[in-house]
Nanobody, 122 residues
Framework: QVQLVESGGGLVQPGGSMRLSCAAS????????MGWYRQAPGKNRELVST???????NYADSVKGRFTISRDNAKNTVYLQMNSLKPEDTGVYYC????????????????WGQGTQVTVSS
């Protein structure tokens, strides 16, 4: 019914840049917050960045000044621009969204994408 699909992952050298996208599709009525999380091998999933429907942003300390989150509400899409990448940024990046669907427009639920691998290595 609702899908979040990430794209843009891959292999990049330390110091490089990469842009992730996450498009939400389906019978969507409204989207509130959207965000990015990541999970490194053997570690718990952690917050990377979030953005509200009005554009307020939040970042993990480890990515402040290097990553930028943005969204296109007309396209139901959230982006993560990642610059000055480090090997410790390696992991599976997941997007999420708090949204409601047409059949229940006042009920908001959290949806997750399937994840995209980001590997920072020389």
């Amino acid at each position: 019914q609702v899908q979040l699909v990430e794209s843009g992952g891959g292999l990049v050298q330390p110091g490089g840049s990469m842009r992730l996208s996450c498009a939400a599709s389906g019978s969507i009525f409204s989207i509130n917050g959207m965000g990015w999380y990541r999970q490194a091998p053997g570690k718990n999933r952690e917050l990377v960045s979030t953005i509200t429907s009005s554009g307020n942003t939040n970042y993990a300390d480890s990515v402040k000044g290097r990553f930028t989150i943005s969204r296109d509400n007309a396209k139901n899409t959230v982006y993560l621009q990642m610059n000055s990448l480090k090997p410790e940024d390696t992991g599976v990046y997941y997007c999420n969204a708090v949204l409601s669907v047409l059949s229940t427009p006042t009920t908001y639920k959290l949806y997750w994408g399937q994840g995209t691998q980001v590997t920072v290595s020389s």
